[in-house]
């Protein structure tokens, strides 16, 4: 099992940064990568960023290219996600989840463990 603690969500301005944190316990030599998604009310989770545990390589949607960046802590087991540029349209509850296997790392269903997620608002 691996455990998986978010932080670092807010309430911002438009054009603010924010960092969230997700820290990894438990069985963690066993990722094969990390990812954070999103869920905005009403919408379906959908994916934001993800990185190789191992490899260091990071993967974006569209939507958050040039605005975020996704990196990892081996020591620390936590990944970071550095939110720059922020807009109204990037509220949401924010997920980190880690995968075993599978070389997708934008399909959520592949992910075999979730944090609780951390609220970000953005206000315009």
């Known amino acids: 099992q691996v455990q998986l603690v978010e932080s670092g969500g807010g309430l911002v301005q438009a054009g603010d940064s924010l960092r969230l944190s997700c820290a990894a316990s438990?069985?963690?030599?066993?990722?094969?990568?990390m990812g954070w998604f999103r869920q905005a009310l009403g919408k379906e989770r959908e994916f934001v960023a993800a990185?190789?545990?191992?490899?260091?390589?990071?993967y974006y949607a569209d939507s958050v290219k040039g605005r975020f960046t996704i990196s990892r802590d081996n020591a620390k087991k936590t990944v970071y996600l550095q939110m720059n540029g922020l807009k109204p349209e990037d509220t949401a509850g924010y997920y980190c989840?880690?995968?075993?296997?599978?070389?997708?790392?934008?399909?959520?269903?592949?992910?075999?463990?979730w944090g609780q997620g951390t609220q970000v608002t953005v206000s315009s």
């Open positions: 990185i190789r545990w191992s490899y260091g390589s990071t």
């Open positions: 989840a880690a995968k075993v296997r599978g070389s997708n790392l934008s399909n959520q269903h592949e992910y075999d463990y």
């Open positions: 438990g069985r963690t030599f066993s990722m094969y990568a």
